[in-house]
């Protein structure tokens, strides 16, 4: 009876971990910008589960996953509402430039109906030389209209490209700000995502790689997470530094991170020797109080693109080779000898 009571309580903190797994994908999926985030602290809330917990640390867990859920879903909110307001902004400011526009033209042409009943005037005239000076000054008057309209139509397209210059630049950066880790700069795994299945799609030659760190649980477990959030921010400036413009740098989730170069095997290795050269090591970081010095190391998996395989084998593959490097490294040094 025992026995099956800890298989029980196996089962239950199992199906826990794989609810917060969903929890956290799902926010990813959602909210890219702030998944990341949310993704790294659930999985520290994983990590802290164990059939050792106490009824009080299982609580304090939960409070802590509620905390998270609630600040994901306030900043989710608050990212849809600055959104709308930009919108709505850009739609105000059409529908005035629609009523100026609009305002305009009726006032010409109210100024052209009286130019016409002038018009109509003079071909009631008699008198030659009262008709000649009729006309000359109505054409005058023409000329004035027309140079005010074009004035002012020129001010008001000018005005109007200015506001759409302004506005398709906020809405730009609210497009950015979808596609980009708020934490590290870097792009986030739905753009990583795409622009691997764009490659996919052209039949381009190119090499995924997966870093992923080691020993970054300890640094927040030992130094706080201001510390883990300065190293993941210190570091992924080491790590792009490594690449191209032309290469894919970006944050999958938490300590993970993937890279997609436009080159063969054989250059992609090249440059993730220098990454394992300038990017590891001792990072100054600071832990809102005061800094210290902490080490980080990281294991690495890549792949080519075999212009056959899917997004999800070509990640399986990098992976797999990833997970390889680790559990080397994990293994006693007599061992690996």
């Known amino acids: 009876m025992e026995a099956y009571g800890e298989e029980l309580l196996k089962a239950a903190l199992n199906a826990y971990r794989a609810a917060l797994t969903a929890m956290a994908k799902a926010g990813a999926r959602a909210m890219p910008h702030l998944g990341a985030d949310l993704e790294q602290k659930l999985s520290v809330v994983q990590a802290n589960i164990s059939v050792n917990s106490?009824?009080?640390?299982?609580?304090?867990?939960?409070?802590?996953?509620?905390?998270?859920?609630?600040?994901?879903?306030d900043g989710a909110a608050q990212y849809f509402g600055d959104r709308e307001k930009e919108i709505r902004e850009i739609m105000v400011a059409v529908a005035a430039a629609t009523e100026a526009l609009g305002e305009r033209d009726q006032r010409y042409a109210g100024e052209f109906g009286g130019l016409t009943m002038k018009l109509q005037s003079i071909a009631r005239l008699n008198d030659l030389s009262s008709m000649r000076r009729s006309v000359m000054a109505s054409a005058s008057e023409l000329k004035a209209v027309v140079g005010k309209m074009a004035e002012e139509g020129e001010q008001s397209i000018s005005q109007l490209r200015a506001e759409v210059a302004n506005y398709r630049q906020k809405l730009e950066q609210a497009e950015k700000r979808g596609t980009v880790d708020a934490l590290t700069g870097l792009v986030n795994r739905r753009e990583i995502e795409a622009r691997i299945e764009d490659r996919i799609l052209w039949k381009r030659a190119f090499c995924l790689a997966i870093v992923d760190l080691n020993g970054f649980k300890q640094i927040n477990d030992v130094y706080g997470h201001m510390a883990g959030d300065d190293v993941l921010r210190q570091f992924s400036d080491e790590l792009k530094s490594q690449f191209r413009p032309v290469d894919v740098v970006g944050r999958w989730g938490g300590d993970e991170f993937v890279i997609v170069v436009d080159?063969?095997?054989?250059?992609?290795?090249?440059r993730l020797d220098r990454v394992r050269q300038w990017a590891f090591?001792?990072?100054?970081?600071?832990?809102?109080?005061?800094?210290?010095?902490?080490?980080?190391?990281?294991?690495?998996?890549?792949?080519?693109?075999?212009?056959?395989?899917?997004?999800?084998?070509?990640?399986?593959?990098?992976?797999?080779?990833?997970?390889?490097?680790?559990?080397?490294?994990?293994?006693?040094?007599?061992?690996?000898?």
């Open 54 to 73: 106490s009824a009080d640390d299982i609580s304090r867990l939960q409070e802590n996953v509620e905390l998270e859920l609630v600040q994901w879903g």
């Open 263 to 270: 080159s063969d095997l054989e250059d992609a290795r090249i």
């Open 281 to 337: 090591g001792h990072y100054t970081v600071s832990t809102g109080k005061d800094t210290v010095q902490v080490y980080l190391g990281a294991s690495i998996g890549i792949a080519e693109y075999d212009r056959q395989e899917s997004a999800v084998e070509l990640m399986a593959r990098a992976d797999e080779r990833m997970y390889a490097e680790k559990k080397v490294k994990s293994m006693p040094r007599s061992v690996v000898a």
